[in-house]
């Protein structure tokens, strides 16, 4: 049976008043604070969104991003650079893997592999939705 996957993006800061408010008490807000799991998913439940997997886009600093602020993700400049970035290959095996196994546990809890992957970043404007 075929399913469907559900892409959701977002940013730390910009999400939620919680996780925002939480950037807000790190040095270097939502680009470096850990955020645990459950809280990532409790933010998404309070906005009604049931996630199979949550992906941290944060990987990919880009020291020019400055010059494409008024761009978001699906812009091929940023696009190339996440792709392009040393972190990208490594990044992409992990979440094959998730992927995968998230798939392989709703086949076998009898469904059509339908998934929600929701990908996050600082701003929620460029890396998760590139």
């Known amino acids: 049976r075929l399913g469907h996957v559900l892409l959701v993006t977002f940013g730390l800061e910009t999400y939620d008043e919680e996780l925002c408010d939480m950037c807000g008490r790190f040095p270097g ?27 941290d886009a944060r990987h990919f600093p880009d020291p020019e991003a400055h010059t494409l602020t008024k761009h978001t993700g699906h812009n091929p400049q940023i696009i190339a650079r996440v792709v392009g970035h ?43 939705v590139a």
């Open 29 to 55: 807000g939502g680009a470096s604070v850990r955020v645990p799991l459950d809280h990532l998913k409790a933010a998404l439940h309070r906005q009604s969104v049931q996630a199979d997997i949550v992906v």
């Open 86 to 128: 040393r972190n990208f290959q490594r990044w992409l095996r992990d979440l094959k893997g998730d992927f995968l196994a998230a798939a392989e546990r709703v086949r076998c809890a009898g469904h059509a592999p339908s998934l929600i992957v929701a990908l996050y970043c600082r701003a929620g404007k460029h890396r998760s």
